[in-house]
């Protein structure tokens, strides 16, 4: 939900929140890394939009029945403070994330977590460092997004308080998906998080910052086909399995604009992300 230095968030807290709650909830911030437009000397870690380098045997992605995936970033995973972060990325190579963005039909077909029909419309390849590859042009009927640079800092982050981690913590047993009665939801609080940082910003690991509900929420109610109710302990636990892998917010200076002033999200397993099974990695995307 929200990101700045441990320091920042302990000052913050101790404003609303006793010392022990403090410390209870600064052990539930993640370490996250923080992508910004680079200038001038900036150390570059990746780029928004622009044309991907991908493997000369490997095809554009593709949504069947759809058409190709437009390109959306690219990450050099060698270049990330990976130290920083809680998840584990690969030592070397990139990330690149495609996603279908409306351009061939004028945004009539949607990707949504919860439509597996509508999984392929996005998707999350890795590029080992020592495969051939070649700058590849952008398939007919699509035009690529201006080219951006990226760079990294890392940073702490916070979820929102009504994250199921935050109820395990302050309020275990509370039902499920409502406001718990614990300082941390407490309006004065949530105000103040949202004061200390309102933008969502792009994002490697760490928690990601939401516009409506919890993102892995959406995730796990998709993962269990939608029929589980939020009381159900297995919600629950299927939201815990899954952590961010990236976040791409709308972009002025790379004329991205996802809905209405929207973020793209990918998750995974921490199991897979260890295996390299980006293919497993989940998509969802939220705007105000």
Known sequence: MTHGSRDAFRSLALQHLSPQETEKWLGLLRPGVRLEVAAGIDDVVGQLGGLPTLPVASE???????GPLSFVASIDCARLPKAALDIDLPAAGALLF??????????????????????????????????KVAERGTPAGLKPYPAVRLTARAEMTATEPWHPRVRDAFAPGAPFGNRYD?????????????????????????????????VEIEVAEAVLDGEVPWHDPRLSEETDNWVLLAQFDSEDTADMMWGD?????????????????FERAMFTWQCS
């Open 60 to 66: 554009w992605p593709t949504w069947e029945g759809h």
């Open 98 to 131: 495609f996603y279908f963005d409306g351009q061939l039909d004028d945004g009539e077909a949607l990707v949504l977590a919860e439509d597996r029909e509508s999984w392929a419309g996005a998707r999350v390849l890795y590029v080992a460092a020592d495969e």
């Open 182 to 214: 614990h300082p941390v939801c407490a309006q004065d609080f949530l105000d103040a998080l949202w004061e200390f940082d309102e933008e969502v910003g792009h994002q490697i690991g760490g928690h990601a910052h939401s516009v409506q509900n919890p």
């Open 261 to 277: 002033a929207g973020v793209l999200y990918w998750l995974i397993r921490p199991e897979d992300l260890a295996e390299r099974r």
